[in-house]
């Protein structure tokens, strides 16, 4: 039986008044990239609250997730890493007044979906305009899909 287990992930696309998109500034194997805010699920914790802490961590802002984009298997092309990923859509509520962001990001950014597009060679991975993709052909999933049982 195989070891073998996958990154399970969260990215929260959030989305201003003016329908800008949060987005971080990282850098990933010596090239900085762009990403939503993402991160790995922690023990004991839901998806949905894994998404508003990853969301805080990386940008300082408060989000409120409406809905689930999408789940999405993705495996790294340069390596045997293969990441699960639950996206959500939300809204940016506020920024956090001197929120200290993870040591990895560069910046915070918000970005046009033109100004995303543009960036396409800085992205992250391919899920960065897929889940953009899917949120403007209407995907929005009910929270309510996700159990956390005892």
Known sequence: MSDWRP???????????????????????????????????????????????EAREETGWRVEPEAIIGLYRWRHPNSAETFLRTAFYAHAVERIPDAELDAEIEAVRWLTREELKAARPRWRSPLVGRVIADLDAGARYPLAVLQDLP
């Not at 949060?22 to 914790?45: K, S, W, Y």
Request: net charge negative.
């Open 7 to 53: 990154h399970v992930t969260v990215a929260v696309v959030a989305v201003d008044t003016d329908g800008r998109l949060l987005l971080v500034e990282e850098h990933v194997d010596g090239r900085r990239v762009l990403n939503q805010p993402a991160g790995h699920l922690e023990d004991r914790e839901s998806l949905v609250d894994a998404a508003i802490r």
